[in-house]
């Protein structure tokens, strides 16, 4: 069994900061690359940021230079930074996450996993 557990969306004023946090529990052998995605309301899900196991990032052009993705590896978890938010940034955010699981034959295997979504509102 794995969860994913978001936490930190909420209604913030254009301009303003929110930080996103998910958790990763369950069993698991090793978490590989972590990263964040969005859906605005009738817009399919698009990229956000993502951070290797090696952390290197990578960014929607769209949020470069005011969001920053981390992750804190003993704790299983990524977080996302966001500065200067602007309206258009409203969305359900998800996290996703690489997992090396052990199958039923005792085979590692590699499966992505996503959050249940935090809602991330930027209004006046």
């Known amino acids: 069994q794995v969860q994913l557990v978001e936490s930190g969306g909420g209604l913030v004023q254009p301009g303003g900061s929110l930080r996103l946090s998910c958790a990763a529990s369950?069993?698991?052998?090793?978490?590989?690359?972590m990263g964040w995605y969005r859906q605005a309301p009738g817009k399919q899900r698009e990229l956000v940021a993502t951070i290797t196991s090696g952390a290197r990032t990578n960014y929607a052009d769209s949020v470069k230079g005011r969001f920053a993705i981390s992750r804190d590896n003993a704790r299983n978890t990524v977080h996302l930074q966001m500065n200067n938010l602007k309206p258009e940034a409203t969305a359900v955010y998800y996290c996703?996450?690489?997992?090396?699981?052990?199958?039923?034959?005792?085979?590692?295997?590699?499966?992505?996993?996503w959050g249940q979504g935090t809602k991330v509102t930027v209004s006046a």
């Open positions: 996703n996450v690489e997992m090396v699981r052990l199958d039923s034959d005792y085979r590692l295997t590699t499966s992505n996993y």
């Open positions: 369950g069993s698991f052998f090793r978490i590989g690359d």
